[in-house]
């Protein structure tokens, strides 16, 4: 402002940058009462009354409604004390949008990436169990087939949670093979085999409609490539071997 005593409606208004009609409003309310009056009656404002609109202004901005300001106005008339309360809450109000900043950028990042989960993420989960060579070279020698068509559709949208699940069910099932094996329960029994459909049925909820002898043929691998052997041997000494072969007797089931 300049350095003149006492300022109209319009030139407050201009100045500040609120509306003459507010300015009526916080008059009629007594919020911030002109300090004078001219000659023909019109408002007009101190500096005391500039400086504490300017204070008004400042606790609207933050979030305060009118009957919250006259109480901190009334609190004290110390402009330190006013000064130091905006400035805290402005630093709070920069620390939330800051955290709503981080995500909404997670929410964007996920958007533009389709919701994909990482392959740190995924090892996180599986373990030893993920290996990007391997996801690799299964899409090689399965990327071509409605199988794995049908699987990357319905994974690539899904959470860490969701991936979390398919793990905790993995566990649990193959835990389950692991106590119907050292039970002496037959591969081929009716343990058994329940266990292999539920098995194949996990695979069709999460990944893609799997037959009972694509399951089979699947089942095979558990035996011949030393990966998915170590990965059974690992849990329980002869369980690769147990669940193939509970897998193919499930499969002969029809």
């Known amino acids: 402002m300049t350095a003149q005593e ?37 408002r007009l404002y101190t500096a005391g009354d500039l400086t504490r609109l300017q204070h008004v202004v400042v606790y609207r901005r933050l979030g305060f409604g009118l009957e919250e300001i006259a109480e901190l106005l009334q609190q004290d008339a110390d402009v330190t004390a006013h000064l130091r309360r905006q400035r805290a809450s ?13 995500l909404i950028d997670a929410a964007l990042e996920d958007e533009m ?5 990482s392959p740190a ?21 399965w990327g071509d087939t409605d199988a794995w068509q049908q699987s990357a559709r319905r994974t690539q949208g899904y959470s860490v949670e969701q991936w979390q699940q398919v793990k905790d069910e993995q566990d649990d099932l193959n835990a389950r093979f692991v106590a119907a094996m050292q039970a002496g329960h037959e591969a081929g029994s009716e343990v058994g085999t329940a266990l292999a459909e539920e098995a194949r049925q ?26 998915f052997t170590a990965s ?9 071997q147990y669940v193939h072969d509970a897998v193919v007797a499930n499969s002969a089931r029809g």
């Open 232 to 240: 059974y041997e690992e849990i329980a000494p002869g369980l690769a």
């Open 202 to 227: 996990q695979i069709c909820r999460w990944f893609y409609d799997c037959p009972r002898e694509m399951h089979a043929a699947i089942a095979q691998m558990y035996v011949t490539d030393p990966r």
């Open 121 to 141: 993420e995924l090892r996180q989960i599986f373990g030893d169990g993920f290996d990007d060579d391997y996801a690799t070279e299964a899409e090689q020698r």
């Open 113 to 117: 990436s389709g919701n994909q989960v």
């Open 6 to 42: 006492t300022w109209t409606v319009g030139q407050v208004a201009a100045e500040v940058g609120v509306s003459i009609r507010t300015l009526h409003h916080y008059d009629g309310i007594g919020l911030v009462v002109p300090g004078g009056r001219s000659l023909a009656g019109y």
């Open 90 to 102: 402005v630093t709070d109000r920069i620390g939330q949008l800051q955290e709503l900043t981080r």
